[in-house]
């Protein structure tokens, strides 16, 4: 499973307009850095050890599936673009825009560049106020204490006074106005890795094909005539299982179910897999089922072309796909091209992921947000 890390950053400016440059920097970082999650309220405080105006503050949590270091050097890119010179001069300053990493899960890190959790975050009541309006449940890996305890015996008295709400990026996105989407895609494509991040992002429950349990599937690469049909039904069977027992739990907690499959994948793969005659006994124990099923209300296709689907088939390593030829990677590809032409009643959309990463690249990632967001139901 993709997990991703829980990072809490502070946002502070006292140059110039302070609130377009907290603003610009939200942003930034949801757009080139990690995704923003949460947001606090903007504080305005005294700057902190020297004379000089007074700072606007906040803090936001953010998901990322990069290191810290690889993350803080695009935090120190974004403050650079915004006008941030650091100098070498020691001390307290003021300055456009500074974006502080306060913690990285619950980590510790000491390294010549980053110290976390943050030193001094458990004396400064402009990093603790706006933690506080985040409402995590984190506790700091040294101290052994959570927010509340710390703020509690912090002996800073500075005065912090909210100012206004902030916007919350992923507030764009309504995905909450849907109850139930279904992300498609070839072997390969990344539909798992795209589900457990929107899941994690916008507090979804997921439903993700247990393929793995699957006994016939290293036997169907090894010999596929043999055991294309036990294969086929015996996914079918887990699927039609799976999808009705989890769309009939509804989660209290969770604001919508997202899958990374749709059960008709099973009649786009078995036409590929099983001879004419296998077929049709499927496709009529499969429309028996299919009646039955609830219909995705959003449904996601992540096209991506063959070339890049053998690379990552190969970096994810699995023994039982490695020999899996391109030429069925391209009638599985034009089997789900047939199936949405045909789906005249069915909310589908087309991404072409072939030539992006939205692993590494949070453009991608804020990119395929964007193209759901145009699919949502207007108000």
Known sequence: MTTQHQVILSLGSNQGDRFENISKA?????????TVVRVSRLYESASWGFEAPAFYNCALMVHTLNSAEVLLGNLLEIEKSLGRIRSENQGYQSRIIDIDMIAYDE?????KTLKVPHPAMAERM????????????????ILQKYLPEILKASEDKSQCKPIQNLRIPLG??????????????????????????????????TVLERFADNPFLPKFYEDQSRYAFPLEMSFLADRYQQIADDLAQFDLFK???????H????LIFAKVTLTDDEYRLYRKLFEIIYKEMPKPDLYIYLYQNTERLLENIKMRGRSY????PAEYLDRINRGYLDYIKTQTDLNVLTIDVSNRDFVKNQEDYIFILEEIQRMLPVE
């Open 107 to 111: 980590e510790i890190i000491d390294s």
């Open 321 to 324: 796909e490695q020999e899996i």
């Open 172 to 205: 764009r996105i309504a995905l909450e106005k849907l109850n139930y989407i279904a992300i498609e895609g070839n072997i390969g494509a990344g539909k798992t890795t795209l589900t457990n991040r929107i899941a994690q992002d916008f507090n979804a429950k």
């Open 255 to 261: 604001d919508f179910i997202i899958a990374d499959y």
């Open 263 to 266: 059960i008709f994948k099973s």
């Open 126 to 141: 402009f990093v603790l106020l706006p933690m506080r309006d985040l409402n995590l449940d984190w506790r700091h890996p």
């Open 26 to 34: 939200i942003e930034a970082i949801h757009m080139h850095a990690a």
